[in-house]
């Protein structure tokens, strides 16, 4: 039985983490969130860590925005703290999966990043993850892997698709960004994905590195909530297309998100499904209460 221990346990991908581990009955898990674990405190860390097989940091400072208004704060917990967690794992011998973002990239391409893309974060919160990428591969090359994501929503924590619903019970129509194309992502398919490569991190079969841990197939926010509208037996047409322009934030967001998947083959590991079968079984799951295949 491999042993893991997962940091941001409290958070939307740390508690569906913890639930898809428990499944299996393959995994001791320990899991902490923030109150119980600092991540900058290196003692507590390599106290955390000790004995541990896989350490999952699903920590993160996620405040796009906030980010812009105090990049060194969001540096110590996406950057510096994953440091001291990469630093804890080479001393101990433990694999690390880091939690890491599209955002990284400047997103002005046309096709799918691939893991080997340059970097170019366009805001400080792209910058602040960028920190914590570089600490994995200078200190944990055989052992450390780096998972980016985008596009996130689940059950457990407030998201692109459950404020949409919960719109549409305020608002006869919604206006939502159609010039932003990325891959929206199930936390739970996440999840899914995460377990897979720790298992074969420990078994020696998971080339370390950069991954790309997004959902297939790509969409606008406006496709996404329209789908959303849809899956939920509610009338698409309420939801009507509009630009960037009209939501000005104060960090930059990439206007091109889409990763490429070809590194999952080299770790014998299957890509996540279409966003729209995800976004299907998650709709399902979280509304419904049923039980997601696995």
């Known amino acids: 039985m491999s042993r893991w221990l997962i940091t941001g346990a409290g958070g939307m991908l740390g508690r569906d983490l913890h639930e898809v581990l428990r499944e299996g009955g393959a995994h001791a898990v320990t899991a902490l969130t923030r109150k119980d674990l600092d991540i900058t405190d290196l003692e507590a860390v390599r106290a955390a860590v000790a004995g541990q097989d896989v350490v999952v940091n699903a920590a993160a400072w996620t405040d796009v925005d906030g980010a812009e208004a105090d990049e060194a704060a969001a540096t110590r917990v ?23 973002t599209d955002y990284v ?13 340059p970097t170019a974060p366009v805001n400080a919160y792209g910058r602040s993850k960028l920190v914590g990428e570089l600490a994995v591969a200078e200190l944990l090359p055989e052992r450390g892997y780096v998972v980016r994501t985008a596009w996130l929503y689940g059950a457990h924590g407030r998201n692109f698709v459950s404020t949409m619903l919960g719109l549409a019970e305020q608002r006869e129509t919604l206006d939502v ?23 074969a991190a420990v078994a020696g079969t998971a080339p370390a590195g950069v991954y790309h841990g997004t959902a297939s197939e790509t969409a606008t926010w406006f496709d996404l909530a329209r789908a959303a509208f849809e899956l939920s037996g509610l009338d698409p047409e309420r939801v009507r297309p509009t630009t960037s322009e009209k ?30 079968d995800q976004l299907t079984e998650a709709l399902r799951f979280m509304t419904e209460g049923g039980r997601p295949s696995q």
């Open 247 to 276: 939501f000005v934030r104060p960090a930059r967001r990439p206007s091109y998100s889409v990763l490429a998947h070809e590194r999952w083959a080299e770790a014998g590991i299957a890509v996540q499904p279409h966003w729209r």
């Open 177 to 199: 960004v159609d010039d932003q194309r990325g891959q929206p992502t199930w936390t739970r398919a996440l999840a899914r994905q995460l377990r897979d490569l720790g298992e």
């Open 78 to 100: 996406n950057g510096d703290a994953v440091r001291v967690l990469a630093q804890a794992c080479a001393e101990q011998g433990a694999v690390l999966l880091q939690v890491s």
């Open 105 to 117: 990239f400047p997103g002005d391409a046309d096709r799918p990043y691939p893991h080997d893309a």
